[in-house]
């Protein structure tokens, strides 16, 4: 990547420099002194830009057959995979996880395009029997119309992936904020579709401030929905102040999420895949284990080998294919980490490996902390109950499954948990008396599959769910149709 490219937004089928003129620069959070490049800083003038090439677009891409918006995805497919191991260097370069971890996100966005590209011949309705005589009834799906999709740093292609391919297959057209420190794969994503034919118009990157792109797409009455991933605090205001103007809203937002492990379970696969959920992609990700919960009879053992696995794990540039931990993704998140490990520390919380920044020639320039488990930790200590978005890992011992369940269900959050046992009795107490909106029985917390719905309950999540049948439902609105032909 040329460290001294300066990029562009794409509005109306355009590559353009923001109307201030206003830059900003993306470094590399392995090594802060590489430069990525310069990316324009925008404002309520340029996404006022994009809403009208949004709005003066709509009209001819929705009357567009959907199978014909199908065969554009499908040349976006065939692109992404010519380019998979660009596109994943560019992940890694600008968010700082390992390469594989980003091939693995590369795929997930082509299985997405995959998924929604079908759809196009699959936008089903409904027919019924009407109770009048001589009369058809039935159900069709129309375009919701311009729609902003917000999206945040941690997945800087799936994510983005997984909300504007639904939403161009069901004829929006789509105003894309993607997070201010993960431009670039936004970048490269958009500079697809426009390869791929996508007229112009119908997908506008807009790049900078997300607070205020983001309130421009809430308050202008020509958008009417938005998809937006990132923090609680901001999803909720987005939901409130959309909602207020009966805009559809659709909010992904954090996770606490928790692993029980009964005394029969694996305990090497259970401890093996603890490590991974909680330390994988540095634990930047919603899905992250950060809370594991174990029955007392196996309490010793399994962290033993927890220990092991996590002792095993080399952190560094992600770039490395040796490489099983990378640097968080900014020197904001590594203090916010560190913070979260003092205040666990001081409410009296006892770490068992870990809870430093790492220093000493390459972690001196990137944004690197320890893998850290925490043990002895009571369940109302801060890093029991809010979410730290980082590689840590809370400990808890229990009684039976009742307390556990207890525990796990004792949050503000409600995304994704897993359970590890050999019992089936067991295993369907756990699901059906579990607050989450994702469960795993014996496989990680982490991530899902595309044709089924992502999402979670309480904090986690509000509106429709993401991805599967769910997401092309938030991005059409439903007609019902009464036709007497008597």
């Known amino acids: 990547m040329n460290s001294t490219e300066k990029f562009r937004n794409y509005i109306n089928g355009q590559w353009q420099n923001s109307i201030s003129g206003k830059e900003y620069d993306v470094f590399n959070p392995a090594d802060k002194n590489q430069l990525l490049g310069s990316i324009p800083f925008c404002s309520k003038k340029d996404a006022d830009l994009a809403i009208d090439a949004a709005s003066s677009s709509l009209h001819e891409w929705s009357n567009i057959t959907a199978p014909e918006r199908g065969e554009i995805l499908f040349e976006v497919l065939r692109i992404m995979d010519s380019r998979k191991l660009d596109l994943a260097e ?21 299985n997405i395009i995959q998924f929604s590209a079908g759809e196009g011949r699959r936008l089903l309705g409904n027919t019924s029997q009407s109770e009048n005589e001589n009369n058809v009834s039935y159900t069709m799906r129309k375009p919701l119309g311009v729609v902003g999709i917000i999206t945040p740093w941690n997945f800087p292609l ?25 431009p670039l794969s936004a970048i490269k994503l958009v500079e697809i579709f426009e390869e791929a034919g996508l007229p112009p118009g119908v997908i506008n990157l807009v790049t900078g401030s997300g607070s205020e792109i983001g309130q421009s797409l809430v308050e202008d009455n020509r958008v009417q929905g938005i998809s937006f ?32 492990v009964l005394k029969d379970a694996d305990i090497e696969k259970a401890a093996k895949d603890v490590v991974i959920g909680a330390f994988g992609s540095t634990g930047q990700r919603c899905t992250a284990t950060s809370r594991v919960i174990i029955e007392q009879e196996i309490y010793e053992e399994f962290i033993e080998k927890m220990l092991i696995f996590t002792k095993e794990l080399k952190t560094g540039n992600g770039i490395d294919p040796d490489i099983d931990i990378g640097p968080l993704s900014s020197l904001d998140q590594l203090e916010k980490v560190t913070e ?9 919380g006892k770490i068992l490996i870990g809870g430093h920044r790492l220093e ?63 019992d089936i009795k067991q295993a369907y107490k756990y699901i059906n ?54």
């Not at 560019?90 to 082509?110: C, N, Q, Y």
């Not at 504007?164 to 201010?180: M, Q, S, W």
């Open 90 to 110: 560019t992940i890694t370069l600008e968010e700082g996880k390992v390469l594989s971890d980003s091939e693995a996100e590369v795929k997930r966005a082509m």
């Open 158 to 182: 799936a994510i983005p992936a997984w909300k504007i391919a639904p939403a161009l297959i069901c004829g929006n057209t789509v105003i894309f904020k993607p997070a201010f420190s993960t």
């Open 229 to 260: 991933t990132g923090s609680t605090e901001i999803g909720t205001k987005i939901y409130s102040d959309g909602a207020s103007k009966l805009k559809k809203i659709q909010c992904e937002m954090g996770g606490k999420n928790a692993v029980i």
């Open 340 to 348: 979260y490990i003092g205040l666990g520390v001081e409410q009296g």
């Open 360 to 422: 000493g020639e390459i972690f001196d320039d990137g944004f690197y902390v320890e893998p850290t488990i925490f043990v002895d930790v009571d369940k109302e200590n801060i890093v029991a109950k809010e979410e730290i978005f980082g590689p840590v890992l809370i400990s808890f011992k229990v009684a039976d499954l009742s307390e556990a369940l207890d525990i796990t269900n004792d949050v503000d959050f409600g995304l994704s948990s897993s359970i590890y046992t050999k």
């Open 433 to 486: 008396n579990v607050d989450t909106g994702m469960v795993h029985v014996n496989s990680p917390t982490l991530g899902g599959e595309v044709h089924l719905p992502f999402g979670g309950l309480k904090s986690s999540g509000v509106g429709h769910r993401e991805q599967g049948e769910e997401g092309f439902n938030f991005f059409s609105e439903l007609i019902s149709v009464y036709i007497d032909h008597s």
